[in-house]
């Protein structure tokens, strides 16, 4: 029981390179996000996708792309890379069926851009 | 603006006392209210959530939570607390409409023996 997968889990950029972190969910969920964690910043949203065929800003997408491949995939794309965004990376994806609501997180992507 | 606020970034607790983490939120309505919890170099795991009827409510591990429409909290308690409990707290809110799970700063609690 896979849940929700990342890869990669570790990154290294230089600054103006560009990548994808994949993300797959095996749990058949509607809705999946992605976050990013900063210390003493807790995470925030930076897109969400509320069901397949929908993509949705959060509180910081500048700089980053999404694209929700399937019901099963949501990747998230830099396309040129700046110092600003080293960080650690989850995706996280959930059903919203009232008392059963709760979401799965990845293991994370720890990107560093140098 | 909707937001949820953790006042407390670090709290030191000895083993066996009690823990209480603050949860705060700014919604026009009540939304779903979660608690997670972060162990060092982990992913996120539920703790608990509400959603309607009784205030408190019961997670794993041991904690509780009750929610206070009055006050707009929805705070974290655990009556004793063990090493083990030592991680990052994170409350999460949805505004129940729109499917955006947004994220408090987090609150470490480290265990002090």
């Known amino acids: 029981n896979a849940g929700v997968t990342q890869t990669p889990k570790f990154q290294v950029l230089k600054t103006g390179q560009s990548m994808t972190l994949q993300c797959a969910q095996d749990m058949n969920h509607n809705s999946m996000y992605w976050y990013r964690q900063d210390p003493g910043m807790g995470l925030r949203l930076i897109y969400y996708s509320a069901s397949e065929g929908t993509t949705d800003k959060g509180e910081v997408p500048n700089g980053y792309n999404v694209s929700r491949l399937n019901k099963r995939e949501f990747s998230l794309r830099l396309e040129s890379a700046a110092p600003s965004q080293t960080s650690v990376y989850f995706c996280?994806?959930?059903?919203?069926?009232?008392?059963?609501?709760?979401?799965?997180f990845g293991q994370g992507t720890r990107l560093t851009v140098v | 603006a909707q937001s949820v606020t953790q006042p407390d970034i670090h709290i030191t607790v000895s083993e066996g006392a009690s823990l209480e983490l603050r949860c705060n939120y700014s919604?026009?309505?009540?939304?779903?209210l979660f608690w997670y919890v972060q162990s060092p170099g982990q992913g996120l795991q539920l703790l608990l959530k509400?959603?309607?009827?009784?205030?408190l409510v019961q997670g794993i591990k041991g904690f509780e939570a009750e929610f206070k429409r009055s006050q707009s909290s929805f705070n974290l308690r655990k009556p004793s607390v063990h090493w083990s409990d030592a991680a990052e707290y994170f409350c999460a809110v949805d505004a129940r409409d729109d499917y955006k799970l947004s994220f408090g700063a987090g609150t470490t609690v480290t265990v002090r023996a």
């Open positions: 919604y026009g309505a009540t939304p779903y």
């Open positions: 996280a994806s959930s059903t919203w069926t009232g008392q059963n609501t709760e979401a799965f």
């Open positions: 509400y959603f309607s009827g009784d205030t």
